[in-house]
């Protein structure tokens, strides 16, 4: 699968911004998709992730109660929704693929920047 992330930007602490990710070449309801991000001159870090078959989601605790994370089918699109952001969500967002059979997200769309001031 291709992958095609979207709708970084900057924003002011407590504000709001909704990522972006367009999947092509996707053949089967077979994924998870993940959302990631790497903040400045730290290791990349998991944030949530959606299981295209059953809708099913699961949130990391450090965003839990602000991020959600859907998909369209319609549209062929993951959303993480971020609301009440805090400066230290400052990173660049990364979306991911990897079939339920495997462990390793192995497909990933080019990085968002989103970059929160207080």
């Known amino acids: 699968v291709q992958l095609q992330a979207s709708g970084g930007g900057p924003v002011q602490a407590g504000g709001s911004l909704r990522l972006s990710c367009t999947v092509s070449?996707?053949?089967?309801?077979?994924?998870?998709m993940g959302w990631f991000r790497q903040p400045p001159g730290k290791e990349r870090e998991f944030v949530a992730h959606?299981?295209?078959?059953?809708?099913?989601?699961y949130i990391t605790d450090s965003v839990k109660g602000r991020f959600t994370i859907s998909r369209d089918n319609a549209k062929d699109t993951v959303y993480l929704q971020m609301n009440n952001l805090k400066p230290e969500d400052t990173a660049v967002y990364y979306c991911?693929?990897?079939?339920?059979?495997?462990?390793?997200?192995?497909?990933w769309g080019q990085g968002t920047q989103v970059t929160v001031s207080s």
């Open positions: 959606i299981y295209w078959r059953s809708d099913s989601t």
């Open positions: 070449g996707r053949t089967s309801s077979n994924y998870y």
């Open positions: 991911a693929a990897r079939l339920s059979t495997t462990g390793i997200y192995n497909s």
